[in-house]
């Protein structure tokens, strides 16, 4: 899980180029060795998803152990940006300068997340922003 200036597709459509740091879940990434890398990169936000989003809530002990708030969070996997790696879209943590990552989610977790990713992707049910 890493500190990235998200940009949702709303907020892509109205012409913006940037959005709000925030934390993010690395879900996937091409082959370390083609240039350039690229990776999908989904938000974790406070709202709970909609009736127009799917999201994935994570459970407080995982936030506790990755440092995060107390509020309800969820992955939000019916969108994603897709980046190059690295990029100048990474943000150091909050009060930790030099830090960049919260660390790993559980792989339990992760492969929740995954799966329902891949599943709205194979059903035309995600949108992205190419950054």
Known sequence: MIRYDYL???????GRDQGKERPACLVAA???SLRPRFVVILPITHSPPDNDTV???IPA???QVLGLDDAPSWVIVSEYNVDEWPNGGLA?????????SYGFIPPRLFGQVKEKFL???EQ???SGVRR
Not at 8 to 14: F, G, V
Not at 92 to 100: I, Q, S, T
């Open 61 to 63: 002990r995982v936030k």
């Open 55 to 57: 999201g994935i809530e």
């Open 119 to 121: 599943e709205l992707s």
């Open 92 to 100: 150091p943590l909050p009060g930790r300068p030099d830090v960049f």
């Open 124 to 126: 035309r049910r995600s």
């Open 30 to 32: 091409s082959d370390s």
């Open 8 to 14: 949702w597709s709303h907020e892509a459509a109205a």
